[in-house]
């Protein structure tokens, strides 16, 4: 089998055409960031904004960072521009129902104006009413009504008055009423002389006075009833009077918002309160220091007293171009569906229908809402909150407090608002899978998934995209415009962040840093452009400060404290490569790999597993190495071997399938008794056909070797082996691209584990002959000779065993 051949350095990096771009800098572009390589996610969106069903609101699933957020404002904010602005939102008093104040919409921009009317109204009231009461024809027709109340009276006593003279008795008014007293010659009698009478006179005189008191006690009983029917007169002339004084204010109001039927009822209501209570507007203002006032009321309308006749504007729309698009960061049950605030006042709390707060599904009402599901889930009540408004399309506050039952106070429980709102969750894949999965009413009310993906094409469309948002970060946050090169290598940075040279990453956030980050070079370089210097030396200075750790395990390496060899030969021992993850930072570091052969039964140990420090995917692996063996040499006759595989000083446990290529040529090596050269490192997996699989994070071990082979000195032979299915993941550092340049670091690109074992060996791996044998001289050849060996030797030592020990008959 040929082995092939080391890749260029234009294999292992692909650039980015400046030449390529129309502008010169960012300063060019207009800023704006334009959905590409999301087609699938931007499909999702469009429909599920386009669906006006029930249930058709939006999951938008992806990594974090990907910029799900700030595509979703602009795509929204680009199409609710072209959509109606919808209603305002004002609660006002309930008459017949004080617990439950009354939700009215009216037209965007109509109900700050009828609070103010409402405010100008009552302010109207404070005067007409009192001078309406003030004028002399009220005055005279208010004398007239208790004068004739005076005059019943008095014609009532005075008729009584004039029966008693008749019969010679005299009404007496008293400081503790009327009494009746004989009178005799025109003058009235004293006990003394009462007392002197004949007794039939004294008879007949108590008759009298008997009966007169009987008729004053009639008359006594009828006032109460006259002075009901005079205040039932004054009543209604003051309701006359009142109603005829605001009629006109109510008037104008009424013909005002003729056109909105709710907002004319409530007039009229207030109206006919204003006539009930006109007295109100008579008492002096409390002076407490505790009265509820709201932000721009005057003191008069502010007063409690005439909280009834004020409007609480919840939502405003008087500036809202289009539709609404709300993004809620705390996304608590009180800023979700609102909120109902309580005062203290005299050591009690209180509130009315002006302490009513509205939540985003208010503000966003008739537009769209954007949530982080994450923050969404971790507030108590609020994700219940928020399915049950989406479920039954209203918006229904309710207090905190009522909710956990923590209190006993009486609260409010303001009309629903109808909910004509698009929501939006924004969250990571795992979280929308759980919700899904566990969730019974999740699937019914999120029905569409917008899917963004980690990365997207590498192409010159794509590449305008990311000059586009790049200009959108200098001109959001202030800083200098980039030259076109430096917009180049920004996307380098983009390839090599996904991964793959022929894709970007959507990792907005990880660009975002290294703009600003750019932009602080270039200022301390004085440059009035950021440069594709400035690019890199933010790059290499992000490196350098996350160094510590790969520098000390560099430094135990260069010191011989980890034992890494790049220069000999041995057998058994090769230089395995692995990545290391450090929060959002990876780097690669070679490890040593030795394996030890005996007699066996064919089995290969795993020493990482035995001990519990192997995971699943690296045993899975070792046991793939085994089916390789099998097949290969065990078709004539049993693997007679036990074979011992470890990564040596290991202390925190091996993962992954990565280095099984590696084992295998550590294996391969030790069988046939061949060294293999340690200026070489590999990775990759194998199947058990010996074919070599591609793997993860291939530039990051590929930089790890090449960083100890630089300390050490490069000889022009060190070299890396990679899988051929990794070539287009490459995107290696200048410093590697330089030294492949010059000959002085090669990379291998391998497609089977024969390829690979000449190249570390410099012997053929050989192939199999039409006799089913290897060449002698080949790897595989010199495998199949000891193996063979190992058979024999056990054999023999099998018949030995059994000489020694012979059957009992």
Same mark, same amino acid.
């Given at each position: ?57 939006? &999951? @938008?699933?992806? #990594?974090?960072?990907? /910029?799900?957020?700030?595509?979703? +404002? %602009?795509?929204? !904010? ?99 009423? &009327? @009494?009746?007293? #004989?009178?005799?010659? /025109?003058?009235?009698?004293?006990? +003394? %002389?009462?007392? !002197? ?423 899975k692996g070792v046991m793939i190495l085994s089916g390789f063996l099998g097949g290969r040499f065990g078709e004539e006759q049993p693997l007679s071997l036990s074979a011992t595989l470890v990564f040596e000083q290991s202390y925190g446990g091996v993962e992954g399938d990565s280095a099984s290529s590696a084992e295998l040529y550590a294996l391969l090596s030790a069988i046939s008794e061949k060294p293999i050269r340690q200026c070489y490192a590999v990775t990759g997996s194998v199947n058990q056909y010996g074919e070599i699989q591609a793997i993860g994070g291939v530039n990051e071990k590929i930089e790890g070797f090449f960083d100890l082979c630089i300390e050490r000195g490069l000889t022009g032979k060190q070299g890396v082996l990679i899988p051929a299915s990794n070539i287009k993941n490459l995107m290696l550092r200048d410093d590697v691209v ?72």
């Open positions: 089998m040929p082995t092939p051949a080391p890749l260029s350095h234009e294999d292992i990096y692909t650039h980015c055409n400046p030449d390529s771009f129309s502008f010169a800098s960012t300063q060019d572009l207009d800023g704006r960031i334009k959905i590409s390589g999301q087609e699938r996610a931007r499909e999702a969106i469009r429909f599920g904004v386009g669906m006006k069903h029930n249930g058709f609101n939006i &999951f @938008a699933l992806g #990594p974090a960072g990907t /910029g799900k957020q700030t595509t979703l +404002e %602009q795509y929204l !904010r680009d199409t609710a521009s072209g959509e109606a602005v919808p209603e305002d939102w004002c609660y006002v008093y309930n008459f017949e129902n004080m617990r439950q104040p009354r939700a009215i919409s009216m037209p965007a921009g109509k109900a700050c104006a009828f609070r103010h009317d409402m405010e100008s109204l009552v302010e109207g009231l404070l005067t007409v009413i009192p001078g309406a009461f003030s004028s002399e024809e009220y005055q005279e027709q208010e004398k007239n009504i208790k004068e004739q109340l005076n005059e019943k009276q008095a014609s009532e006593i005075e008729a009584l008055e004039k029966k008693a003279a008749e019969k010679n008795i005299a009404l007496i008014r008293t400081p503790s009423g &009327f @009494a009746f007293a #004989p009178v005799k010659k /025109g003058e009235v009698l004293n006990a +003394e %002389q009462f007392m !002197r009478l004949k007794p039939e006179e004294k008879e007949i005189i108590e008759k009298e006075i008997s009966s007169l008191k009987e008729s004053m006690q009639s008359i006594m009983m009828q006032i109460p009833k006259w002075q009901r029917e005079t205040q039932e007169k004054l009543k209604d002339l003051n309701q006359e009077v009142a109603a005829f004084a605001v009629k006109p204010l109510f008037t104008e109001l009424k013909t005002t918002y003729r056109d909105h039927k709710e907002i004319t009822h409530y007039i009229e209501e207030v109206e006919k309160d204003v006539v009930e209570h006109f007295d109100q507007f008579f008492e002096k203002e409390p002076a407490s220091p505790q009265m509820l006032f709201m932000p721009g009321q005057g003191k008069n309308t502010g007063n409690r007293r005439f909280n009834h006749y004020r409007v609480n504007v919840v939502i405003d729309n008087s500036k809202t171009e289009g539709a609404p698009v709300i993004y809620e960061d705390k996304p608590s049950i009180q800023n979700l569906v609102g909120d109902i605030e309580h005062q203290a006042q005299m050591g009690a709390l209180v509130t009315d229908f002006t302490l009513i707060k509205p939540g985003a599904l208010h503000r966003a009402n008739g537009g769209y809402l954007l949530l982080d599901a994450r923050r969404l889930l971790l507030e108590p009540l609020a994700y219940e909150a928020l399915k049950k408004a989406i479920r039954t399309r209203q918006i229904r506050i309710e207090s905190l407090a009522q909710l956990y039952g923590m209190a006993s106070t009486v609260s409010l429980d303001p009309q629903p608002v109808p909910l004509q709102t698009k929501i939006i969750l924004l969250g990571e894949r795992r979280l929308y899978y759980l919700l899904s999965a566990h969730d019974p009413d999740f699937n019914e009310l999120f029905k569409v998934a917008a899917d963004f993906d980690d990365e997207m094409e590498r192409n010159q469309d794509s590449h305008l995209s990311y000059a586009g948002f790049i200009s959108s970060i200098v001109n959001n946050e202030k800083l200098k415009h980039l030259d076109r090169h430096a917009v180049a290598r920004i996307i380098e940075y983009g390839s090599r962040l996904s991964g793959d040279s022929g894709k970007l990453s959507t990792h907005i956030q990880s660009i975002t840093d290294l703009v600003n980050e750019s932009n602080y070079y270039a200022t301390e370089n004085n440059h009035d452009l950021i440069t594709r210097e400035d690019v890199q030396q933010a790059i290499d200075a992000r490196r350098y400060r996350a160094g510590r750790i790969p520098g000390k395990i560099q430094e135990a390496i260069l010191e011989k404290t980890i034992l890494i060899d790049t220069e000999s030969e041995k057998v058994g021992q090769i230089n395995g490569l692995s990545v290391y993850m450090l929060g959002n930072q990876s780097f690669g570091k070679p490890s040593r790999i030795t394996t030890r052969i005996k007699m066996g039964k064919g089995e290969v140990i795993d020493i990482e597993r035995e001990v519990e420090m192997g995971g699943p995917i690296h045993s330089a030294a492949v340049k010059e000959h002085r670091f090669f990379i291998y690109p391998v497609t089977h584990i024969d390829e690979g074992i000449e190249i570390l060996t410099g012997i053929p791996a050989g192939e199999k002959l039409e006799d089913g044998s290897y060449p002698d001289n080949s790897i595989n050849g010199l495998a199949v000779q000891k193996l063979k060996l190992l058979a024999r030797k056990q054999k023999k030592q099998s018949e030995n065993t059994n000489n020694n020990n012979p059957e009992e008959s």
